[in-house]
């Protein structure tokens, strides 16, 4: 198949909201990470997309729309706690999770009675969302299991011809995938940390929320018991930030052989070593977290990541570090 690039503009967004009405899948940019686009209401385009990213068909996917009346179409109640969020965050860095109509399929949701539902803040996304005129399911824009994409030309790496179609926008702003907050139950648990934290959802809702972060826990969202952000080289992560140790700890893998680098707050502290900065600042690690894993895997055979910031949004990153590096924590 050959995967056309599409730009922004009246001709282009059009062609990219026909494709995905006439059942093909468009890769398109949301603040968060690039998104692959299938329509939500047409079963044969939704497995489609489980094929082309190698999906397992156990993990749902997240609904996207563009207006708050979609949201009534596919939820089939929109509780008290569920309105306040939809009319005080959103559009934003958010997904809910609320009971679903039948008119959202089981390959939707892995055959769970729930739907996510997200409305992507980005103007591009949103334009693209509103070209489509349907529900949009869109899970990120990767293979399975590797680092999502924040640039189109890292979808077309992964999914060149294995798509209809790649909407060619703007690097993402936020760099990490959205909240997912499950508000189906009693109690609203957030099942994936991100931008949108626990206490802004606090102080909206004014009422507790439940952070759900053991892999293994029942109650938890589907996609975080599998393997994520893997880059293709092994990786370690430091949560000290203590040069000392890391000096050492790269110095050993060098004796073994590898030609590592550190991907750390201060990279100046490490003379010549080979360092890049992870970010100045917790928006700046998440925005380019996941393009450094991939710029680094291409040019190193081990990375060793350092990050010590203890703010709400970190807890966030670090959720994503910990996965990147399958755990390894030196
Ligand atoms: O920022 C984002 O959310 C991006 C952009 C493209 O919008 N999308 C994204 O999709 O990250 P994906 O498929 O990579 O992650 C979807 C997450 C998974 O952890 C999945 O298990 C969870 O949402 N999820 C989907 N439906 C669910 C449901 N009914 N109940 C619980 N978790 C659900
Ligand atoms: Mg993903």
């Not at 952070?211 to 393997?227: A, F, I, Q, W």
Request: aromatic share 6%; proline share 6%; charged share 20%.
């Amino acid at each position: 198949m050959k995967t056309q690039l599409l730009q922004f503009n009246d001709t282009d967004l059009a062609l990219s909201g026909e494709l995905i009405r006439n059942g093909k899948l468009v890769a398109f940019p949301t603040e968060t990470v690039y998104g692959l686009g299938a329509n939500a209401l047409d079963v044969a385009a939704v497995k489609s997309t489980y094929a082309a990213k190698g999906r397992p068909g156990d993990n749902p996917l997240i609904v996207h729309v563009y207006c708050k009346q979609q949201i009534y179409d596919i939820a089939a109640e929109v509780s008290m706690a569920a309105e306040k969020i939809i009319d005080n965050l959103m559009p934003a860095s958010i997904t809910v999770v609320l009971p679903k109509r039948n008119i959202v399929d089981g390959c939707i949701t892995a055959g769970l009675d729930t739907v996510a539902i997200r409305m992507p803040s980005s103007a591009q996304a949103r334009e693209f969302l509103s070209a489509c005129n349907v529900p949009v399911t869109a899970p990120s824009a990767n293979i399975s299991g590797r680092p999502s994409p924040t640039t189109w030309r890292r979808v077309k790496e992964d999914l060149d011809g294995r798509i209809s179609a790649i909407l060619c926008g703007d690097a993402c702003k936020v760099g990490i995938e959205s909240t997912v907050l499950d508000l189906s139950g009693g109690t609203p648990l957030v099942l994936r940390p991100g931008v949108v934290t626990p206490n802004q959802i606090e102080e909206i809702l004014g009422m507790p929320v439940t952070v759900v972060t053991d892999p293994k826990s029942k109650v938890n969202s589907p996609g975080v018991r599998y393997k994520h952000y893997a880059p293709k080289v092994p990786m370690a992560l430091d949560l000290s930030g203590d040069t000392q140790k890391l000096t050492a700890y790269y110095d050993g893998l060098v004796k073994q052989g590898y030609n590592p680098v550190l991907l750390v707050e201060r990279p100046e502290k490490f003379g010549s070593r080979n360092a890049v900065c992870i970010g100045g600042n917790d928006y700046e690690v998440a925005q380019r977290l996941f393009e450094n894993l991939r710029v680094l895997e291409s040019r190193y055979d081990y990375i060793v990541a350092s990050f010590s910031s203890t703010t709400a949004y970190a807890q966030s990153i670090l959720n994503r570090l910990i996965r990147s590096a399958a755990n390894n924590i030196i």
